[in-house]
Nanobody, 118 residues
Framework: QVQLVESGGGLVQAGGSLRLSCAAS????????MGWYRQNPGKQRELVAA???????NYADSVKGRFTMSRDSAKNTVYLQMNSLKPEDTAVYYC????????????WGQGTQVTVSS
């Protein structure tokens, strides 16, 4: 089992910044993918950014140039630095870990609310 604890959400004005953190604990494999997703009520959860062990982050087109994902493998922690926030970035942000063959083990955090006011 893997436990994920997110922090850093909140309310910010458009153009502002927030930094999300996600600490993973438990049975963490050496090779895995950690990612950030977001979801609004009635909509599908969408990938924001993800990074595989030893690789570089991939970003959704909607956040490229504004969001930066980083990973501290020693701490099993990932971060999402969100700059130039827009009202459309408002969502619940979830941390995710995929590991195992074909990424068959899939874990989610409890989510953290990000609200961007106009």
């Amino acid at each position: 089992q893997v436990q994920l604890v997110e922090s850093g959400g909140g309310l910010v004005q458009a153009g502002g910044s927030l930094r999300l953190s996600c600490a993973a604990s438990g049975s963490i494999f050496v090779i895995n993918t950690m990612g950030w997703y977001r979801q609004n009520p009635g909509k599908q959860r969408e990938l924001v950014a993800a990074i595989t062990s030893g690789g570089s982050p991939n970003y959704a087109d909607s956040v490229k140039g504004r969001f930066t994902m980083s990973r501290d493998s020693a701490k099993n922690t990932v971060y999402l630095q969100m700059n130039s926030l827009k009202p459309e970035d408002t969502a619940v942000y979830y941390c995710n870990v995929k590991q195992g063959t074909y990424w068959r083990y899939d874990y989610w955090g409890q989510g953290t609310q990000v609200t961007v006011s106009s």
